[in-house]
């Protein structure tokens, strides 16, 4: 060890030698581990020979050994970690309060309002010389005559305080969105594990966790966590095209290229790799602290790094953070590959939003230019006055007072509460939803959810239990209907059978000893495999003996399970010389491949085309009917002699001798039936989309409840199927598609694109009254394409591979259909929290509007001053988003009809409460206002000067109005026209919170608020006709409620979702945009790094979906988004050829996919 080390000197400054001597354990520094990690190929290879002989060399240099792994050793893997660093990538500084405020106070509306107050304190503190006022008229009379001249300057204070109050609610809002993000993210990032083997067990670890020198188990599905180099492979293919931009799969072996890169997929086949680079020093990470350090020369020419690990610490992260959690994760959305098209949501928020701001823009430019006309007529055409110089200023006061009045009416008609609500709606929902078992990765998803109209889930794992044995057998020419007895069975198709599936199957699948007495067996990697090994179980047979014989490394060769194959085989060496092939896999799919077949005495016999064909008939259809998965298990041996072509699986996967037909069970979930109940209440089609056999299917969807007995419906095959959805040319035809989809149920033995394509085509159709919304449920790493192009794209937590995940929007972390119900509550329930805040505001906003404009007209004063206003837009905005957005879901949220894309935001039974209570609280704010100082018999406040004291008459006007409000909050609580208003407001305390705070606060504004507040304090009875008004909102409310919606033909809705043209045409766009990035992606044939900083440049958009990346993986699996654009065409297996075309709505027919993980 010691030459070792000195041999490393020459090559280090003297500053490292003593780190190296420090280093003296282990035998590899990090710079030469990171050097042989930027070869590729031969290169590669001679390297390892040169350096280490072979990678058992490396192995040992890195004090690791090949098959135990590491010891788990603390104080050693702490070492480690201290040399070769962590996985995990420092994330990025989250934004500070201050910097939020900063950001809150850019608000457009907020901005002018400081600058009218600005003005307005300026001007209070100028004042004209005294024998003037006379001439300027009897403007500024009145105030004089109080003795308040000098308290001018209040109003212009009290605007910026309450400006203080909303930029640090909105930030303090942020701030907690933010966070919660955080929460989330390392919540996603905790959740993943990776399989490593420690004291020669495998066990699964944090993927934070892993060290240089781990020994990681590789199989089909992962993205792979850090650097490697492959000690064993299977039949290993990788998708490199996050890294190299080449969509082409790169086959990895021992002896041709066995370097593995972090952030990279499995796409076929299992393996074993030693840990060579974690988190910064691996590929990925070398590239991203390249694109932090240009961001960084990019933000900061002048500024230098503080620390050495400046770039380090900045390498995968964005140059410019977005809006707290939700905005970035749209972001996130934007940019990576799915090109999902606006949440339905977001569509009509922004369309209706934009709607409203325009009317609020053009009353308050109406009501600045009437007051400033109707001031200059009276003062100086009616009264006849002359512009002096002295008067100016008093003039101007004037005319910032106008200016003030005219924001204001725009504050309160702009609902800039509205994305305070969603979002507060949102993280609420995600919150809770997490303890539904939903992990929600995009926070639009969950709300997206609540207008799905259908449902494709698979079968395995989410509608099924995945724990699955073996209930009847056809083994030596005899059906079995349950587990036969060990002696019944000919010795040699009992061996046979025990080799064929204790060798042919994962090796890392597993049967261990129950957890608790009495309790199942725990069945580890694959669930058929694992129910082959528990039938081996029943027979009283084990299999480790067999395995230890016979070690993975020494296996022949190993074709893996795929979609295309539907089967996977595994060759062993004969002692005697030659080969044996075992085969297991879709029995009628291995059936074609049999010419023998083993007998009851254990011999073979041939095995006819007729014989198959009775087989089918008396075996394979009866147990496919009780909903059994059939597999078939083959061999044939290869005679001593030339070695065969085994590169030419046909012939080698050919002549099989059939030694067993087995029927699995995969119970369906007990919670199951009643979920899809719902669902079929709820208004959702549910349809089973799996790789099973088609009456396998069908009886488990029958047991489901998915197809009802005397229902009208479809089952079928994938072939069957692609027949009938493409034209001659083969080309997939949209009307063709509108025929199938409304009836299909099941679609078996379907593949991914079978998959990608039914869901693509039931979201492209326009036929039926409203457009549907797709949610979809996947395991597989070639579910992604599926995943991402439906609405919401459920992963399976346990059972599911990180590819499925990453293209996933919702992560159900105990892989149960029923978890989905409870997400279409919660996406419901938020839908219908924003509609109640719409409601409730948009009630506020024109009453609020109209009294401020006519008031401001007749009066040339506004009856609701600037700072009245915005408290009563932070009744508005802030708490009425808090209190509404927060009502927890309800099973009755499940008993209507989804709402769909193109149904508007604001129903007419919302919008007749809108106007009906609109009505009622301008016809008694208007009788207040002009006969209110009669019935109460006070001063008129009408007229007042322009620093007159606040009056009683607007203070009642005032706080009328909010206690208006205040109960019809209480009514905004019901949307669908519900009689009972207060029915469940006691299980939701933050509402009663806010309403009884809200009332609280508006007693010390009017008794204590004074002159800020443009409030006179009022006494008993004058509050008792207050409430009497607020409390009849409760009994107009049910007036209302009485009046047939069906009667109001009159009335509009509003927040439609965007039109169908606009959409085609947006998703015409982005079918062009994608064969642009097809072409870039595969003209970049070169490795990334060798590019240099200027091909960098142009990856910039990568650095922005790191948003506040946790660990090093999860900034992997986000970068690898953004990289690899092709995902949603080419996330499958060999060259793949992608027809986009942008006229045809079938942008993509892809090749090679993959179903569900054994047939």
């Not at 409730?840 to 009453?847: A, C, I, K, R, S």
Request: net charge negative; aromatic share 6%.
């Amino acid at each position: 060890m010691g030459d070792l080390a000195n041999s490393a000197v020459d090559f280090y400054p003297k500053s490292q030698r003593q780190e190296l001597n420090h280093v003296a354990g282990l035998g590899c520094t990090l710079p030469e581990l990171r050097g042989l990690m930027e070869l590729r190929g031969a290169e590669a290879l001679q390297k390892i020979q040169d350096g280490y002989t072979n990678v058992s060399g490396l192995c040992r240099r890195l004090k690791t050994s090949p098959t135990e792994g590491l010891s788990d050793n603390a104080a050693d893997l702490e070492k480690r970690r201290q040399i070769y660093g962590q996985n995990f990538i420092p994330p990025k500084q989250p934004k500070t309060f201050l910097q939020l405020v900063w950001e809150a106070l850019q608000d457009v509306t907020l901005i002018i309002l400081e600058i009218a107050a600005i003005i307005s304190l300026g001007l209070s503190f100028y004042a004209p010389p005294g024998e003037e006022s006379e001439a300027c008229g009897n403007l500024a009379a009145g105030a004089e005559d109080e003795g308040e001249a000098e308290a001018g300057w209040i109003e212009g204070a009290a605007i910026l305080l309450s400006v203080v109050c909303v930029v640090l609610v909105t930030a303090f809002n942020d701030w907690s969105k933010e966070k919660q993000f955080r929460g989330l993210q390392s919540r996603i990032e905790q959740e993943q594990k990776f399989a490593v083997v420690r004291n020669g067990q495998q066990i699964q670890i944090p993927v934070a966790e892993l060290v240089v020198g781990d020994i990681a188990q590789i199989k089909y599905g992962d993205l792979l966590p850090a650097d490697g180099v492959l000690i064993q492979g299977n039949d290993l293919k990788i998708d490199e095209s996050s890294l190299t931009g080449e969509s082409d799969h790169v086959r990895k072996s021992v002896e041709k290229d066995p370097m593995l890169l972090s952030g990279t997929h499995v796409m076929e086949g299992s393996g074993r790799m030693v840990v060579t680079a974690v988190g910064v020093n691996s590929q990925t990470g070398i590239i991203f602290t390249l694109l932090g350090a240009s961001g960084e020369e990019e933000e900061k020419k002048d500024k230098k790094a503080k620390k050495q690990d400046g770039a380090v610490a900045m390498e995968m992260q964005p140059l410019k953070s977005a809006e707290g959690g939700e905005m970035e994760d749209r972001e996130k959305k934007k940019t990576s590959v799915s090109k999902k098209e606006k949440s339905v949501l977001q569509g009509k928020l922004t369309k209706l939003a934009v709607q409203i701001g325009k009317a609020g823009l053009v009353m308050s430019a109406i009501t600045v230019i009437i007051l400033v006309l109707y001031f200059v007529i009276q003062t100086f055409v009616l009264d006849g006055r002359v512009w002096l110089a002295e008067c100016t200023p008093v003039y101007v006061q004037y005319f910032v007072k106008f200016f003030i009045i005219g924001v204001t009416v725009l504050v309160v008609a702009v609902p800039e509460g509205l994305p305070l609500a969603v979002t507060i709606s949102l993280a609420y929902s995600v919150k809770k939803m997490m303890k539904d078992n939903n992990l929600v990765r995009h926070l639009d998803a969950c709300e997206t959810m609540g207008n799905a109209t259908a449902i494709c889930s698979d079968k395995t794992g989410t509608l099924t239990t995945n724990r699955m044995m073996v209930v009847q057998a056809y083994l030596g020419d005899t059906h079995y209907r349950e587990t036969p007895a060990p002696s019944s069975l000919a010795p040699r198709i009992l061996d046979l059978l025990v080799h064929a599936i204790a060798i042919n199957s994962a090796y890392t699948t597993k049967i261990l000893p129950p957890e608790k007495d009495g309790g199942l067996p725990r069945q580890v990697g694959n669930k058929t495999e694992c129910a082959l090994l528990g039938f081996l179980r029943d027979l009283h047979r084990d299999y480790q003996p067999v395995r230890d014989q016979l070690p993975e490394e020494k296996l022949y060769k190993v074709y893996t399970f795929n979609s295309v194959r539907k089967s996977m085989s595994t060759v062993t060496r004969l002692p005697q010389g030659g080969f044996r092939v075992f085969s297991k896999g879709a029995s009628e799919i291995l059936l074609k491949k049999c010419s023998n077949i083993l007998s009851s005495s254990g011999e073979v016999r041939s095995f006819r085309p007729r014989d198959r064909d009775d087989m089918v008939k008396k075996v394979i259809e009866p147990m496919a009917c009780e909903g059994l998965r059939t597999i078939c298990l083959a061999f044939r041996d290869f005679a001593a002699g030339p070695e065969p072509n085994w590169e030419n699986e046909n012939d080698i996967v050919g002549e099989l001798t059939c030694i067993a037909v087995v029927g699995i069970e995969d119970p369906v979930r007990p919670e199951v039936p009643e979920a899809i109940c719902k669902c079929q209440k709820a208004g959702i089609t549910v349809r089973m989309v799996t790789g099973d056999n088609i009456n396998t299917a069908r009886a488990i969807a029958a047991k489901c409840g998915i197809l009802q007995p005397g229902e009208d419906f479809l089952c079928l095959e994938g072939k069957d199927f692609n027949r009938r959805i493409r034209n001659e040319k083969g080309e997939i035809e949209q009307e063709r598609l509108d025929k199938i989809w409304p009836k299909l149920r099941v679609l078996a033995r379907s593949s991914p694109t079978d998959k990608h394509t039914l869901v693509k085509g039931i979201i492209d159709s326009t036929i039926g009254e409203q457009r549907q919304v797709v949610a979809v449920t996947g395991d597989g790493t070639n579910d992604g394409p599926a995943l991402k192009k439906a609405d919401v794209g459920f992963a399976m937590g346990i059972a599911g591979t990180d590819v499925a995940k990453e293209a996933s929007d919702i992560i159900l972390t105990d892989d149960n259909f029923s978890s989905i119900v409870k997400a279409v509550m919660w996406g419901r329930n938020v839908y219908d929290s924003i509609s109640k805040f719409l409601q409730f505001q948009l009630t506020v906003n024109v009453v609020a509007v109209v009294v401020a404009f006519t008031g401001a007209c007749i009066t040339q004063d506004s009856p609701l001053k600037a700072v009245q206003m915005l408290w009563v837009n932070l009744i508005m905005d802030t708490f009425a988003s808090l209190a509404l957005a927060t009502e927890p879901p309800t099973e009755s949220l499940l008993l209507r009809k989804p709402y769909g894309r193109d149904k508007p935001l604001i129903s007419r039974t919302m919008m007749k409460n809108i106007v009906g209570h609109g009505v009622y609280q301008l016809s008694i704010i208007f009788t207040l206002l002009f006969a209110g100082e009669i019935f109460f018999d006070i001063d008129s406040g009408r007229n007042a000067p322009l620093h007159a004291p606040p009056s009683e008459h607007y203070t009642i006007i005032f706080n009328t109005f909010v206690l208006m409000q205040l109960f019809n909050e209480v009514n905004a609580r019901k949307i669908h026209g519900e009689r009972n208003v207060f029915q469940g407001v006691s299980g939701n305390p933050i509402f009663c919170a806010i309403v009884l705070g809200t009332f609280a606060i508006q007693i010390v504004i009017v008794q204590f608020g004074g002159k800020p507040f443009s409030c006179s304090p009022l006494d008993a009875e004058q509050w008792l006709w207050c409430l009497f008004v607020g409390v009849g909102e409760l009994v107009w409310g049910q007036l209302i409620a009485t009046i047939p919606t069906s009667h109001l033909k009159c009335l509009k809705e509003a927040g439609h979702g965007p039109g169908k043209d606009d959409i085609t045409d947006e998703e015409m766009a982005e079918d062009e945009e994608e064969i642009d990035h097809a072409e870039r992606e595969l003209r970049r044939g070169q490795i990334l790094w060798f590019r240099g900083l200027n091909r960098i440049q142009t990856q910039m958009e990568v650095v922005s979906t790191f948003k506040r990346s946790g660990s090093f993986q999860g900034a992997v699996r986000r970068r690898s988004s953004v990289l690899s654009q092709l995902h949603e065409v080419t996330n499958l297996s060999t060259p793949t050829h992608v027809i986009l075309s942008a006229g045809n709505p079938t942008s993509a027919t892809i090749g090679n996919p993959r179903s569900e993980s054994v047939p």
